[in-house]
C-alpha cells in the first residue's frame, strides 16, 4: 500500500472523493479536508445508510493507509476494544517459573506484564501503527456503546495516547486519521463531540443521488435509475419508522435490474418494497396503493420535466 499525501485544498479533497466514487458536497468535502488539516477526529452524525462508515473506507483507500475498525455494540469493553493480557499465556509463564524454582514475584510480575504477553486491541492498534505508518481509526456506531467507554475515549480522542497500568502510557508517534460515526440512537456527550469536527450527513438531494446510482450501479438504465431515484426521494417525504438510505437505494436498482425492469409499475414496486424497507409496518403501510399512488405521482412529475 503506497502511502499518499493528503489533500492540499478542498478541491482536492472533493478530487480524492471523487476518485474512489464517493459522491461528496461540498460542506463534506470541506469538514473533511479540515479534520485532515488539523489533525482532528471527524465525527459523522446521521440516518443509517448515507455514507458515514464509506468516508473511512475512501480515505483508506485514496490516502495508502490501513483501516483499523472498532465496530460498537452494546456491552464494548477495554479487552474488546483496546488491549487485554494473553492470560492463558500468563499463566503458563507462571507454572514454568514455579517449576524452574524461580520465587523472585516482583521479577516474575514484571516478566508476565511485558509486551509479549499484550494483546493488541483497535485503539491500542490504531495509536502504535505500523510498518505503513499511521492509520485511519474507525470507530463506528459509537451510539451502540454506553457512556462508561465514551468516557473512556475522552483520553484517546485528546492526546491521542491510552494509559496501561502495567507498562505505563501508550503515545501515538503519529496520531492516525479519526472519523468516527453515530446512527443518532442516543446522544453523544458534549465532552466527546468538543475533541472533534462534526458533521451531519443527511440524505443526498435528486442529482446527487441520480450520480451515485451512476457511479455504483452503471448497468442501470437512464428512465430506470430516473425513476427509482425520484420514488426514493418523494418516500422520505413520507412519515416512516425508517426512511430508506442511499444503501437501500443501491440495493433496490440492483435488484430490479436482476429482475430485467426498464422501468417501475406498481407490481414491481409492491413485490420489491422489502429491499427497500426494513420495517413491516412501513412496508404495510406503503403497499398496494399508497405506493401505486406515490409512483404515479412521481411518473407525472418526470414525464412534466421531460
Not at 478542498?10 to 458536497?25: F, K, N, P
Not at 488539523?38 to 465525527?43: A, K, Q, S
Not at 524461580?102 to 511485558?114: C, K, M, P, Q, T
Not at 440495493?251 to 430490479?256: E, H, S, V, Y
Amino acid at each position: 500500500m503506497t502511502r499518499a499525501p493528503l489533500p492540499a485544498s478542498i478541491d482536492d479533497t472533493l478530487g480524492l472523493l471523487d476518485r474512489a466514487d464517493y459522491v461528496a458536497d461540498r460542506p463534506l468535502a470541506t469538514i473533511v479536508y479540515l479534520a485532515l488539516k488539523m489533525g482532528r477526529p471527524l465525527f459523522l452524525e446521521g440516518e443509517a445508510g448515507v455514507g458515514k462508515t464509506e468516508i473511512a473506507k475512501v480515505l483508506s483507500e485514496t490516502l495508502g493507509r490501513p483501516l483499523v475498525r472498532l465496530q460498537c455494540y452494546e456491552g464494548l469493553d477495554i479487552a474488546s476494544a483496546v488491549y487485554e493480557w494473553n492470560y492463558a499465556r500468563q499463566m503458563i509463564e507462571i507454572r514454568l517459573a514455579e517449576a524452574e524454582g524461580v520465587r523472585d514475584r516482583e521479577r516474575l510480575g514484571e516478566d508476565i506484564f511485558s509486551e509479549r504477553f499484550l494483546i493488541e486491541r483497535p485503539l491500542l492498534r490504531a495509536l502504535r501503527g505500523g510498518p505503513e505508518g499511521a492509520p485511519v481509526l474507525l470507530i463506528d456506531e459509537l451510539d451502540r456503546t454506553d457512556e462508561p467507554f465514551e468516557a473512556y475515549l475522552l483520553e484517546v480522542l485528546s492526546d491521542f495516547q491510552i494509559t496501561i497500568p502495567e507498562i505505563g502510557t501508550q503515545k501515538a508517534a503519529e496520531p492516525p486519521i479519526v472519523i468516527i460515526t453515530s446512527n443518532r440512537t442516543r446522544e453523544i456527550h458534549d465532552a466527546l463531540k468538543r475533541r472533534c469536527l462534526y458533521h451531519w450527513v443527511g440524505y443526498p438531494d435528486a442529482a446527487r443521488e441520480l450520480e451515485i446510482l451512476r457511479r455504483k450501479v452503471p448497468g442501470a438504465d437512464q428512465r430506470l435509475a430516473r425513476e427509482i431515484v425520484a420514488f426514493v426521494q418523494e418516500l422520505r417525504n413520507v412519515e416512516l419508522f425508517k426512511l430508506p438510505g442511499i444503501a437501500e437505494t443501491i440495493d433496490w436498482t440492483q435488484a430490479l435490474i436482476h429482475l430485467d425492469a426498464l422501468a417501475l409499475d406498481p407490481d414491481k414496486v409492491n413485490n420489491t418494497l422489502g429491499v427497500l424497507l426494513k420495517y413491516q409496518d412501513d412496508i404495510a403501510r406503503m403497499q398496494g396503493s399508497e405506493a401505486a399512488a406515490l409512483l404515479r405521482r412521481v411518473q407525472d412529475e418526470l414525464a412534466a420535466q421531460a
